[in-house]
C-alpha cells in the first residue's frame, strides 16, 4: 500500500485583537517563526514501525482544505490530531474518505474524544502509537470495518526499543528544527496538564545512546540542527540527566527543552547543560503569587510548594548560560486583575530573558475541563478550536472575561512592545561575557 502521513502544524489562535498584536509584537513573532513549522515526531515515530513491504510518506497540511493534492494517492493516511485543529482534521478526513483512502486518526484530541473522531475516520487510536499501528495497517490491508483502537490493549510501549524516527522522510523540506524525545510523561499531575492526559503511565527515560542515535540521524540531514526536547520534563532524574548531558557535549548541538523549576537545584546539572548546549530551559512557573498556585498541581502541590522560591531558581539558572522562558498562566481561580501587574513586575525583577503567557484553556480529558464543565463556566464546551491558550473560552472565578481578555493584550503590549524585551535581556548577556572574560583569564592564569 502506499501509506501518507499528514500532519497540521503551525500555530493557531482566532481572537482577533490578539492576531494583530502578535503580527506586530517582535518578541511573539520571534518565537512563533523558530517554532511553528516543527514536524510531527509522532507520525515520524509511526512511520518508523510500519510494517516492511509499503510505501511511505510525510505531508504538512497548513490548515482545512490545505493538504497536498499528493495525498490522495495513498491508500490510507494517518493523521496526527491536537484539539485547535481537529475540526480541520475531521473536514480533511472527510474529503480523502469521499475520494475512496482509508483514514486513521491519533494523537492527543482523538485519544480522549474517539467516538467524536469516528464520525470522520476508518480506524481512531487511543493513546500512545507505536505498538498498535502496525496491526492498523495489517487490519486496513484485510479492509477490517471501522473501529476504535485502544493502545491499553496492547503490550506497553518500552521506551528502551523505540526505533529511530523517520527523520529521512522529512529530506528536501524547509525546516529550520526538529524534535528529539528523551522522556515521556511527567510525575506530577498538573489540573490543566493536556500532555499528560494520554501519557499517565509513569515518567519513563530513554537510554541515552539511543537519544544520541536519534540525534545522529538528524545531523546526517542537517549538519547543526537547532533540537527541541519534545520531553513533557526532562530532567525529572538528574543524575541520568547528567549522563545524557555528557554524552551530548561532544555533538556540539544548540537545543532547548521543558523541563521543571527543580533543575535550578542542582549546580552541576546546570553546568553539563550548558556545556551540552543547552540554550533555553521552557519551566511552567503558572503564576508570580504562590498562593494562586494551591490544588494546581493534584499530586505533591508541587508548584504551590515550589513557588515562593521560583525567581531566585529563575536567576541561578540564568547564572548558568542558560536563559529561562517563564510561562504564566492568567486567570487561574486566585487570579485577580492585579495578576497582569504582577507578572509584569516579576518577568521585570528576575528578570525573564523569555515571557510566556497564556490563558486558562480547559483541554478535553483534563481535570480542568470536566471541573469548569461540572460548574458551568465553559462558554462553548466543544469548541474545540478555541483550544489555542489564547482564546478565552471559560468564565474566570475572579475577574470577568473581558478583564481577562484585555488584561492579556495590555500585558502583551508591555511584555514584547517596545524595548522591554531588550532591557529583560541585556542582564543575561552582560552575565554571559562576564563568564567568558573569567574563563578566559582562568585559562590566561594557568
Ligand atoms: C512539538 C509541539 C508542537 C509543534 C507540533 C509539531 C507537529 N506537527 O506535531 C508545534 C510547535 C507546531 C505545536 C503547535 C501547537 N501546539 Co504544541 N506541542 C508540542 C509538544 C512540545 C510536543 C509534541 C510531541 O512531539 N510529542 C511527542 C510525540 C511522539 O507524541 P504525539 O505527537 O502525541 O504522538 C504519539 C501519539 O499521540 C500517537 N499518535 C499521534 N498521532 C497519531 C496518528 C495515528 C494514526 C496513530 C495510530 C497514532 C498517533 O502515537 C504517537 C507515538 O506514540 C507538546 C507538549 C508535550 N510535551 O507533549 C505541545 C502540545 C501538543 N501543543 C499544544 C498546543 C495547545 C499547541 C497549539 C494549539 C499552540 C497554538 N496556539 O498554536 C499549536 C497547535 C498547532 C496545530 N496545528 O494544531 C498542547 C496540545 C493540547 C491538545 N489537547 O491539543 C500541548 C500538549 C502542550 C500543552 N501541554 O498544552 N506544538
Ligand atoms: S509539570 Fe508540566 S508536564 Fe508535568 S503535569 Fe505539570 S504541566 Fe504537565
Known sequence: ??????ALSGLRAHDPELLRLGMTLPGVVDRAQHVASLPSLGLLYLAAVTP???????????GDGQEPAAVYDCDLVAINTFSAQVFEAYAIADRLRRAG??????GLHVSVRPEEALQHVDHVVVGEGENVWPEVVRAVERDVPQRVWKAEEFAPVDVRRLPVPRYDLLDGRPYNRFTVQTSRG??????????????????RKRPVEHVVRDIEALVRLRKRPFIELADDNTFVDKAWGKELCRELIPLRLKWFTETDISVADDPELLDLMRQAGCRQVLIGLESPEPGALAGVELRADFKAARGAGAMEAVRRIQEHGITVNGCFILGLDRHTPEIFEEVLAFAGDAPLYDVQITVLTAFPGTPLYDRLAAEGRLLAPERWDLCTLFDVNYVPRRMTV??????????AGRLYGGESQERRRRPF???LARRFELAHAGMEAN
Do not use: Q, T
Request: with cysteine.
Open 429 to 431: 548577556f552582560e552575565n
Open 402 to 411: 473581558d478583564e481577562l481578555r484585555r488584561g492579556l493584550y495590555w500585558l
Open 101 to 106: 483512502v482509508v483514514v486513521a486518526m491519533g
Open 186 to 203: 511527567c510525575p506530577w499531575r498538573c489540573d490543566f496538564c493536556a500532555s499528560n492526559v494520554m501519557l499517565r503511565r509513569p515518567y
Open 1 to 6: 500500500m502506499k501509506i501518507g502521513f499528514l
Open 52 to 62: 516492511e513491504g509499503h510505501d511511505v510518506a510525510y505531508f504538512e497540511a497548513a
